[in-house]
């Protein structure tokens, strides 16, 4: 994540308020025996339709984020999203199996200086069109260096 992590309770809770509150399709991930949050899933309101989530890493690899991913991209196309985008960390891999596996496919790979931890990171952009056209966005390809991986 950019972001460094909240160190109280009421970091947190203003973080996810500032970040959150006013997205359209924002969701805390919750296990339906619990009702208790360990993670979240949105999709940005800009042009890039940017599929982002997160979880507690102590429910990493339990499918979690991809029933997710499959949830909130069904509800975008009922929406009448055009396309969903999302972007990992190269060094993230398993991001990127859940992006493939809710029906995503990787377009492209750009270089960007991450804030605000200053850091260069290579992310791999995955798309989902729903009107079944070639659309690539392409504003992240036009802002950053960027290239195709063939050995994904």
């Known amino acids: 994540m950019p972001w460094f992590p909240a160190r109280t309770e009421k970091d947190a809770e ?16 919750c296990r339906k025996e619990t009702n208790v ?30 029933e997710a991913a499959a949830a909130v991209l069904q509800k975008a196309r009922e929406a009448g999203f055009k ?11 398993q991001s ?3 992006m493939q596996k809710a ?5 492209y ?8 931890k200053d850091r260069s990171v290579v992310f791999r952009m995955y798309q989902i069109n729903f009107d079944e056209g070639i659309f690539v966005y392409g504003r992240y390809r036009e802002m950053y260096p960027h290239f195709i991986e063939s050995d994904l």
């Open 14 to 29: 203003s973080f996810l308020k500032e970040r959150f509150s006013e997205k359209r399709f924002a969701y805390a991930i």
């Open 37 to 66: 949050p360990f993670g979240y899933i949105y999709i940005s309101d800009d042009e890039s339709r940017d599929l982002g989530y997160g979880l507690r890493s102590d429910f990493w690899n339990r499918g979690y984020a991809t």
């Open 96 to 98: 990127g199996r859940v």
């Open 109 to 116: 790979s750009y270089t960007e200086q991450w804030q605000p």
């Open 83 to 93: 396309y969903v985008t999302a972007t990992h960390d190269r060094n993230n891999p």
């Open 103 to 107: 029906g995503m496919t990787y377009r």
